[in-house]
Structures are given as C-alpha cells and as structure tokens.
C-alpha cells in the first residue's frame, strides 16, 4: 500500500510502522514534512515523540487510513523530459 502522513506540529516525530511478516519501518519526520511510504496490509503506524520523561506515544493509526490515491499521469509525464520544458537544462 503507498501510505503517507504529514507531520502537522511544530516538533520533529519518529514514525514506526509494524506489519505483518516482520515488516518494520521507522523514519524520523520533520515538522511540516509529508513521508510517503509503502507497506503491507494490515500495518500499524505509532507516531512517537520525545518529551521530559522519555519517547512518548503520541497516537496510533492503521496504515488504511494513510492510503494515498494516485495521482493522474499526465501527458508531460508520459512524453519524458522533451514534452516537460520544467525538466530541461537551460
């Protein structure tokens, strides 16, 4: 599944995600960054912070409700870098 989650606060967090056959990934997600990434069905995100006290949970999600939609390709894309003139070299 491509999932991704924006970090909303003003604080950096670390995203864990845990999934089935031992799948496990942990980013650190800056404030206002978006983190696209993929991961089995039936994956758990925890979303983590560090407080006075130590790492704190700050919410849990199932990795369903991150699910992005595609976005449409378009005709630039499909045409390569001579149809896109934003990814040629001047």
Known sequence: ??????????RMIILRC????QFFLERVVFPFELLTFRCP???EVE???????GPELIESI?????????APV???????????PWLQAS
């Not at 979303?47 to 006290?53: A, C, K, S, Y």
């Open 62 to 70: 199932e990795s369903r409700e991150l699910i992005m939609e595609s």
């Open 1 to 10: 599944m491509d999932c991704g989650y924006r970090n909303g606060s003003d």
């Open 74 to 84: 378009h005709e630039a894309a499909v045409g390569g870098i001579e149809a896109n």
């Open 18 to 21: 845990i999934g089935p056959e």
């Open 41 to 43: 069905a039936g994956s």
């Open 47 to 53: 979303i983590w912070t560090h407080g006075l006290g």
